[in-house]
């Protein structure tokens, strides 16, 4: 028995600001991570997606390195800033035609083009006029949504709206350290808020427009308690709220979980009751992107959570901190079936930064511990259907080595291994392994 059907997807993902350079060519606008890395001191070495892996010039390589990996789709993003400069209003026809392009070349390389349209780089001159905390930006997010699906959504079978809304809220707005940098408990839950009305908004404007189908994409980490202790079972209940369900309940049955309020306290606002059928427009699929777990306990100290995470020193950590944890996976794929219902199901990103040094040796890059972590997260999909859980797709994060946020160039998730003195692409041993799977449809994963 074959365990991936015919029609599985196999893929891998970027996002614009990671990898196009060039961010206001021909026209572009900047966006909030152009001006958060042209801010000296907030990204390691003061790195920025000024050239990146320079995609926007070498796109079509890229693409026939896709071709000949094997791969059968791939997930990347549009900056709303290159499309429409002033983040609403006049569209810069310049920035649309570069994703015609790539679509085009995908197509014409046999492989399926699954835009996000939304993966952190707000458009400046929205961030001017509040960004998220705007409520206005679930309006100006179905507009961009609308424009897009109008020009690509006869060649685009997969949209998503949103990528990862936690780490926007989390990084962005609550703790910092990405874009736009803000540290506020209070604007957390109202940039929540209005990241889950764009979501309902893009659905119903991509719909509207022809989307064939249309998803959210979430990261989702499983929280596991260091202890049976009642003060670590409840610091796990409220980091899972935290993380796992703040998104995914109101999505899926209008409401937040009780935890938010027991967290955020006064700063946790009343949401109109109707904003709630809005955020539960059905959607196609749900995307999910899953790196590691947390091991939680009690922490009274730590606000607001009141937990911390405890490093689990007995399984192999990568270059982020991440544990190697392959079974939460399977887990968190049983998780949302049993909770949400049976929605096809993505792996929309799933890989791990190891060590890789700056150049390639002899023209190869070994990486078994990348290699490994593959070998482990993609049994552990198939262990998941196996149990009949509706996964459709699966994307290794990431294709190319890219900017990694305010961690700059240093830490590699790629698969293809990229030089940035030289720009040169080498697929690396975890790329050759990823192509043999692909090959074999999962035979060569072994059992
Ligand atoms: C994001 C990517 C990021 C990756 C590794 C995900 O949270 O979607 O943009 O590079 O994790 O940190």
Redesign the pocket.
């Known amino acids: 028995m074959n365990d991936f059907p015919d029609g599985f997807l196999w893929g891998a993902?970027t996002?614009a600001y990671?990898i196009e350079g060039s961010p206001l060519a021909d026209g572009a606008g900047p966006s909030i991570w152009h001006r958060f890395s042209h801010t000296p001191g907030l990204t390691a070495n003061n790195e920025t997606g000024d050239v990146a892996c320079d995609h926007y010039a070498r796109y079509a390589d890229d693409v026939r390195l896709m071709q000949a990996l094997g791969l059968t789709a791939y997930r990347f993003s549009v900056s709303w800033s290159r499309v429409m400069p002033s983040g609403t209003g006049a569209v810069n026809p310049r920035g649309l035609a570069f994703y015609e392009r790539l679509v085009d070349a995908l197509l014409g390389a046999g492989i399926q083009p699954c835009v996000t349209l939304y993966?952190?780089d707000l458009p400046a001159a929205l961030d001017d006029r509040g960004g998220w905390l705007n409520p206005d930006v679930a309006l100006w997010f179905a507009y961009y949504a609308d424009t897009l699906v109008l020009a690509l959504g006869d060649r685009v079978p997969l949209w998503t709206t949103l990528?990862?809304p936690w780490?926007v809220m989390d990084g962005g707005y609550h703790f910092g350290p990405l874009a736009p940098g803000h540290r506020s408990l209070f604007e957390a839950p109202l940039v929540s808020h209005n990241l889950l009305r764009a979501h309902g908004q893009g659905v119903l404007a991509a719909r509207a427009a022809g989307a064939r189908a249309i998803g959210l994409?979430v990261?989702l980490e499983p929280k596991y308690p260091a202890s049976d202790q009642p003060g670590d079972l409840a610091a796990t209940r409220r980091t899972d709220a935290y993380m796992n369900r703040q998104y995914l309940d109101p999505v899926f049955r209008g409401e937040y979980p009780a935890e938010m309020a027991e967290i955020f306290g006064d700063a946790w606002p009343r949401f109109a009751a109707a904003d709630f059928d809005l955020i539960r427009t059905p959607i196609d699929f749900l995307g999910i992107?899953y790196?590691t777990r947390g091991v939680m306990r009690d922490a009274p100290e730590v606000l607001p959570l009141r937990a911390e995470r405890v490093p689990q020193r007995q399984h192999i950590t990568t270059e982020?901190g991440w544990e190697v944890y392959p079974d939460a996976l399977a887990a968190v794929l049983e998780w949302v079936r049993d909770r949400y219902g049976d929605i096809p199901l993505y792996i929309t990103?799933n890989?791990a930064?190891f060590y890789d040094p700056p150049h390639a040796i002899d023209g190869a890059v070994e990486d078994p511990l990348r290699v490994a972590y593959y070998r482990w997260h993609l049994r552990a999909v198939r262990d998941a259907m196996r149990r009949g859980v509706d996964v459709r797709g699966y994307f290794a994060?990431?294709l190319l080595d890219?900017f990694?946020?305010s961690?700059g160039y240093a830490?590699r998730?790629g698969i293809v291994h990229v030089d940035f003195a030289t720009q040169l692409r080498t697929p690396k041993s975890s790329a050759r392994f990823y192509s043999e799977v692909i090959r074999t449809r999962g035979a060569s994963l072994g059992q």
């Open positions: 993902a996002s990671q993966h952190w990528n990862e780490v994409v990261n992107n790196y982020t990103e890989g930064a994060w990431s890219n990694e946020w961690l830490k998730f």
